[in-house]
């Protein structure tokens, strides 16, 4: 499939995947507060659990730096030293000095941080939301997931 074929594919994934969550995350939610420090965030466009920690990072309007640590890109090695291991989703707050992987850890934890406490309504139930975030994946993981200098 060329690259026109994975665009398509994708747009059309996500676009369900948003129907099925009903309007989740068209809103900043409510009680949300702002960090003193951007979040930095190690993540892999095609990972499904990156999906996710992104998605309540922007359900909660919180500003991230974003380290892409795709194949063959420069941030690998940088999240292998910080975190012991190479492994996407990694969250690091430099506002409570906590730092963690695993996508609905990093979820709750935001939600409990920066948030009300109750984790967003298409978040609240992981295992629909790991679903939701496969299906919305799959066309960009058949690219290989290579890091392409732009």
């Given at each position: 499939m060329?690259?026109?074929?994975?665009?398509?594919?994708?747009?059309?994934?996500?676009?369900?995947?948003?129907?099925?969550?009903?309007?989740?995350?068209?809103?900043?939610?409510?009680?949300?507060?702002?960090?003193?420090?951007?979040?930095?965030?190690?993540?892999?466009?095609?990972?499904?659990?990156?999906?996710k920690?992104?998605?309540?990072?922007?359900?909660?309007?919180?500003?991230?730096?974003?380290?892409?640590?795709?194949?063959?890109?420069?941030?690998?090695?940088?999240?292998?030293k910080?975190?012991?291991?190479?492994?996407?989703?990694?969250?690091?707050?430099?506002?409570?000095?906590?730092?963690?992987?695993e996508?609905?850890?990093?979820?709750?934890?935001?939600?409990?941080?920066?948030?009300?406490?109750?984790?967003?309504?298409?978040?609240?139930?992981?295992?629909?939301?790991?679903?939701?975030?496969?299906?919305?994946?799959?066309?960009?993981?058949?690219?290989?997931?290579?890091?392409?200098?732009?």
């Amino acid at each position: 499939m060329n690259d026109e074929g994975y665009g398509m594919l994708n747009n059309t994934s996500s676009f369900a995947t948003s129907i099925w969550r009903l309007g989740f995350g068209t809103e900043i939610a409510a009680g949300s507060r702002v960090p003193d420090r951007r979040l930095i965030l190690y993540d892999f466009e095609a990972c499904p659990f990156c999906r996710k920690a992104r998605e309540a990072l922007s359900h909660l309007g919180l500003e991230v730096k974003v380290r892409p640590a795709a194949r063959a890109g420069k941030r690998r090695e940088e999240l292998r030293k910080r975190g012991g291991k190479m492994m996407v989703p990694y969250l690091i707050d430099p506002n409570t000095a906590v730092a963690m992987y695993e996508s609905d850890q990093i979820v709750r934890y935001l939600y409990n941080t920066y948030g009300s406490g109750v984790v967003g309504t298409a978040s609240s139930w992981p295992p629909l939301n790991s679903t939701l975030s496969f299906f919305a994946t799959p066309p960009v993981a058949t690219q290989n997931g290579k890091y392409r200098p732009s």
